[in-house]
């Protein structure tokens, strides 16, 4: 883990991860970028615009955290969830859902590290795992 030794106090410093230092680097709506690692999930970053598409995934369930804007998640069964800004809901595994951003929403998504982008489905704006990873490395 990179960290600034301070004077040569044997001090490190290590660098913190900032939400929206990352999410400047999205360039691109529905393509999540991994930013970090917690045991076996990845913690992404994501700019929604639009909808992405009814999926599931079997055997993940996916956490949706809101960092700026509105964000519709529509769910099997008739069922929705809107959340705002510093709200999350966690889609459970084996549920169809499909996320609706009316206006472009800014999004922290933690996710199982096998967790296929648009789950059981393949769309033309699907982004692969690798490319999610993008240069990320875990430290340590
Ligand atoms: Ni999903």
Partial sequence: ???TDIGGSGLSVLSATSIAAELALVTDHWTPRVVGQVNDQYIKVAKLLGELV???HEHEDEMFLVVSG????????????????GEFFVVPRGVRHNPVAESEVEIVLIETVTTAHTGDVTVERTVPLDRQIG????EG
């Fill in 54 to 56: 009814w999926h599931a």
């Fill in 70 to 85: 509105d964000l519709l998640i529509q769910l099997e069964g008739d069922r929705e969830v809107r959340l705002g800004p």
């Fill in 135 to 138: 240069s990320f490395a875990p």
């Fill in 1 to 3: 883990m990179g960290g």
